[in-house]
């Protein structure tokens, strides 16, 4: 099964970017649309944006400017570029792909951002 492995997360002041990376791993076979999720404090998880395999990307609106989701198939890994950062952007971000026929969500497992005050 394929296994998603992301970076990039960690604490940056408002105003800042980071850049998210999620690797797919493993034996992989028809890897599909990827995106990216997000769970601030006590909130329910909520989907950021995703990408379909042709490069096709979906927003949030309220994100929509400030991030950018982007994909390398060669290297089976998707992006997320964070600009402008806020402190209600600080949450855990998951990355989750879907993969096979039938389709099967696989999801990585976290990686924190930190927006300081």
């Known amino acids: 099964q394929v296994q998603l492995v992301e970076s990039g997360g960690g604490l940056v002041q408002p105003g800042g970017s980071l850049r998210l990376s999620c690797a797919a791993t493993?034996?992989?076979?028809?890897?599909?649309?990827m995106g990216w999720y997000r769970q601030a404090p006590g909130k329910q998880r909520e989907w950021v944006a995703d990408?379909?395999?042709?490069?096709?990307?979906n927003y949030v609106d309220s994100l929509k400017g400030r991030f950018t989701i982007s994909r390398d198939n060669a290297k089976n890994t998707v992006y997320l570029q964070m600009n402008s950062l806020k402190p209600e952007d600080t949450a855990v971000y998951y990355c989750?792909?879907?993969?096979?026929?039938?389709?099967?969500?696989?999801w990585g497992q976290g990686t924190l951002v930190t927006v300081s005050s």
């Open positions: 989750r792909a879907d993969e096979g026929m039938p389709s099967r969500r696989v």
């Open positions: 493993g034996t992989i076979f028809s890897l599909r649309s």
């Open positions: 990408i379909t395999s042709g490069g096709t990307t």
